[in-house]
């Protein structure tokens, strides 16, 4: 009981964890449609989304001023929480 109960929040903490990455990144991405001054909201999710965006600026560079990095990133963090959730499940279904 005690490990079913485990493997059920790390799942969980694991499917919250990826749900706000998206969240904050889809934030990023229309806050950077509109003017604005940097406040705390857009310093937080520069500070939170740069990680993630930056490397892959890196090897796509905006192309006519359209930056297609946070696309590249939307894929890139669903397929790694595919991945993760993958090797999750197969680690916990001998449990």
């Known amino acids: 009981m005690f490990k079913v109960n485990i493997v059920n929040f790390i799942g969980t903490l694991i499917y919250v964890l990826y ?12 806050l950077s449609w509109f ?6 909201v857009s310093e ?4 939170v989304t740069d ?4 490397p892959v600026q890196k090897i796509i560079p905006p192309i006519s001023g359209i930056d297609f990095s946070p696309i590249i990133a939307f894929f890139l963090l669903r397929g ?6 993958i090797i999750f499940i197969s680690i916990t279904s001998g449990l």
């Not at 937080?44 to 500070?47: G, I, P, T, V, Y």
């Open 19 to 30: 749900s706000i990455l998206v969240i904050l990144l889809t934030a990023r991405v229309i």
């Open 35 to 40: 003017p604005h001054k940097s406040t705390f």
């Open 44 to 47: 937080f999710l520069n500070d």
């Open 51 to 54: 990680p993630i965006l930056k």
């Open 80 to 85: 790694l929480y595919s991945l993760v959730m």
